[in-house]
């Protein structure tokens, strides 16, 4: 019981970093830039935050976006984190659908444990590349915009990032650890039987064998 909420436990914090990821990834408020504070900048609009995609302009009266279409013109760190955060987007699909498919209350045709365990192994091996990508890419963004312009303070994407990139990690060791300290069924190799003539325990032969040597 306690191996399964473990398990459990694991696929949901994995599942949970994932969509943390997805967020960080598809919204803007990764960073918030200004000169002043906060009340001068939204005074004069030069209040700014931004993200992958888009640079925005927050004020009492609008909140103005412009996307970031000149692929060619944008710094190196935004390229680079738009290539690693759709990495890790890319990497935590198959490694959830491939997680979710090992919990034990999920059976398939011809599912056994050895299935189970090898699946499971899989998907927590793509866990790590995607959380590393995550990791790097909200490092790296504010660096980079520090250094170009003045940076305020960060935003809840980039929170959503960091949060989702050490759930991945986390849910991935512990399904590995579930995995690597399950005892699984016992082997027949090893196996004993009591004989009452001679008796001594006497290694257990396959059935075959048993009933080819009662008929002679």
Request: net charge positive; proline share 6%; glycine share 8%.
């Amino acid at each position: 019981m306690a191996h399964m909420c473990r398990q459990l436990t694991g696929s949901v914090a994995s599942c949970a970093g994932w969509v943390g990821v997805i967020v960080a990834t598809a919204t803007n408020d990764w960073v918030r830039t200004c000169d002043y504070t906060v009340a001068t900048c939204i005074r004069m609009d030069e209040l700014g935050s931004r993200g992958l995609w888009a640079e925005c302009v927050i004020s009492p009266s609008l909140y103005h976006c412009v996307a970031l279409n000149q692929i060619l013109t944008l710094p190196a760190y935004v390229q680079t984190s738009r290539a690693l955060m759709i990495c890790a987007c890319l990497l935590g699909l198959p490694a959830m659908l491939l997680v979710l498919l090992s919990v034990p209350c999920v059976r398939l045709q011809n599912d056994t444990s050895t299935i189970k365990k090898w699946r499971a192994r899989v998907g927590v091996s793509s866990e790590p590349p995607a959380a590393v990508c995550g990791i790097i890419s909200t490092i790296w963004f504010p660096i980079g915009t520090h250094r170009e312009e003045g940076l305020m303070s960060f935003g809840f994407s980039l929170y959503a990032g960091w949060v989702g990139s050490i759930l991945c990690l986390l849910g991935g060791s512990m399904i590995l650890c579930c995995h690597a300290s399950d005892p699984g069924t016992p082997s027949r190799d090893n196996s004993f039987y009591y004989s009452r003539q001679r008796g001594t325990a006497v290694p257990l032969d396959p059935p075959a064998n048993h009933a080819k040597s009662a008929r002679v």
